[in-house]
């Protein structure tokens, strides 16, 4: 099954880095199609490794705070919730959901909620059977570098890796794309409501274009497993920010970054309710 989620990569990187390919000089063209495959190799053993196939949220997380925008209260799915989510497929969902939470309470220094996402997540990983990943010394450590970004953004991935890594190798890659789902949901969530008008923070664009990237290969990513109900059911959801970035280009306007901002929020409301 993880030969799908290679083959699906492959092909993207295969087609990009056919565009550029030279034909006036045979020798170059050679040399950089090895260097290619190389590459296409290297892809391939981190998927296999089952590499979490997104930026992950720390990732999304860490670019808003280099844009210096403050920690907003309330945005985040409140811890309550959790007593709302019954079945497998909404609790890998919101497991994703909180990952990206647990992200932004992490990187902003914001101890106390850090705990409470940390609670949730433990509550949902225990129905997983994923309580190994999130346990108490997974929170020693981050307390540890709460003045170490860069540390925390590795000590997260590795979580999320380890959360992709459990689910893959137990046969579960539905529930493994519902947790990155969840996760891509809730960061351009909070992405889109680091202020009032966001539009309007420098920078907010070229985060916004590269979570474009992401989107598209996640698709991508669900194809093989589109008859899976669950599957299907979440990219159905997904509808209203593909018809916004469908017709974005290599730049964004304010009103852009507007229908970008409603279309997420239609979604997110369906994905945490």
């Not at 990943?133 to 999320?160: G, H, W």
Request: include cysteine.
């Amino acid at each position: 099954m993880k030969k799908i989620f290679a083959g699906a990569i492959i092909t993207l990187l295969i087609l990009s880095s056919a565009a550029f390919t030279s034909c006036k000089n045979r020798a170059a063209e050679k040399q950089k199609t090895l260097k290619e495959m190389e590459q296409v190799k290297t892809l391939e053993l981190q998927i296999e490794s089952n590499v979490y196939p997104l930026p992950t949220s720390a990732e999304v997380i860490r670019m808003l705070t280099d844009l210096e925008v403050g920690y907003i209260i309330g945005i985040s799915n409140p811890v309550g919730n959790t007593k709302k989510y019954f079945s497998s497929t909404t609790r890998a969902i919101n497991m994703g959901v909180y990952g990206a939470d647990l992200s932004y309470a992490t990187l902003y220094n914001m101890q106390q909620e850090v705990i409470n996402f940390m609670t949730a997540i433990r509550s949902l990983a225990n129905e997983l059977n994923m309580s190994k990943i999130y346990d108490e010394s997974l929170y020693e450590n981050i307390k540890q570098n709460f003045d170490n970004r860069d540390q925390l953004v590795k000590i997260l991935t590795k979580a999320f890796n380890e959360t992709y890594g459990f689910l893959a190798d137990n046969d579960q890659q539905p529930l493994a794309l519902l947790v990155v789902g969840g996760a891509w949901v809730e960061g351009m969530h909070l992405t889109t409501h680091v202020s009032e008008a966001a539009y309007q923070v420098a920078g907010i664009s070229k985060v916004l274009l590269e979570q474009k990237k992401s989107f598209e290969l996640y698709l991508e990513l669900t194809q093989p497993y589109i008859t899976d109900p669950s599957v299907s059911d979440f990219v159905k959801k997904l509808d209203p920010v593909k018809k916004v970035y469908e017709g974005i280009g290599t730049s964004l306007t304010e009103q852009n970054i507007k229908d970008i901002t409603v279309a997420i929020t239609s979604v997110r409301e369906k994905v945490v309710e």
